[in-house]
């Protein structure tokens, strides 16, 4: 599964679309783009996922560029509770080992 | 409410003490997983099982076991826990002919072998 660099730290005010970016240049075809978030020390918790065509959904859109070398995730309206670590995981559609590779994210901060 | 469940949500324990921790989704799925997750080493995946009777090893297996008897319930089994397993343990589910990358995590259990 392809590797996945996100910054470390990202600040985002209250109210303000949050927007995290993904490099994932050495993407296959057959890998989606997956993205998770953990509030401290929670279980992980599904986003949203894409192959190639932008994707929303009720918490989050996901956009993919053309080339698929990176991706960003929105958060349209952030507030307090989206404060957490975000994940961006790259691996193929299905596969036995059901296994996720995580990073180490990028840390938003909502601030009021 | 559709969850994955874990028991105890904390525990602290002597070394050599067998212990097990459950993980128990109402979701009807096929896969289970078992992840530690440790500072600076991220989430990695202990064990795994694709339906009943059928178990895996994942990528850091050494001191624990799991059964996979009914489809609901997935424990983890440390036989005798060392120090080193302290860590906070995720059970995760998903469907068989699903998005693998789409997960469901239990809210985890703080382990700590003294």
């Known amino acids: 599964d392809a590797k996945t660099t996100q910054p470390t730290s990202m600040d985002c005010a209250e109210g303000r679309a949050a927007n995290l970016p993904c490099n994932h240049s050495?993407?296959?075809?057959?890998?989606?783009v997956y993205w998770y978030r953990q509030i401290h020390s929670q279980g992980p918790q599904y986003i949203i996922h894409?192959?190639?065509n932008n994707e929303t959904n009720e918490m989050a859109s996901l956009i993919i560029t053309e080339d698929r070398k990176s991706s960003t995730l929105i958060l349209p309206h952030a507030t307090l509770r989206d404060t957490a670590v975000y994940y961006c995981?790259?691996?193929?559609?299905?596969?036995?080992?059901?296994?996720?590779?995580f990073g180490t994210g990028t840390l938003l901060a909502v601030q009021p | 409410e559709a969850q994955v469940t874990q028991n105890p949500r904390y525990l602290i324990t002597v070394t050599g003490k067998k212990l097990t921790v459950t993980c128990s989704q109402n979701?009807?799925?096929?896969?289970m997983s078992w992840y530690r997750q440790d500072p600076g080493l991220g989430l990695r995946q202990i064990y795994y099982?694709?339906?009943?009777?059928?178990?895996d090893k994942g990528d850091v297996p050494e001191g624990y076991k799991v059964s996979r008897k009914e489809k609901r319930n997935f424990p983890l089994i440390l036989e005798s826990p060392s120090p080193n397993q302290t860590s906070l343990y995720f059970c995760?589910?998903?469907?068989?002919?699903?998005?693998?990358?789409?997960?469901?995590f239990g809210p985890g259990t703080r382990l700590t072998v003294t």
């Open positions: 995760a589910s998903r469907l068989a002919g699903g998005v693998a990358g789409e997960q469901y």
């Open positions: 050495t993407i296959s075809g057959n890998e989606y």
């Open positions: 894409g192959l190639k």
């Open positions: 995981i790259v691996r193929r559609y299905g596969g036995a080992t059901n296994k996720l590779i």
């Open positions: 979701m009807n799925h096929e896969y």
């Open positions: 099982s694709m339906n009943v009777e059928v178990t």
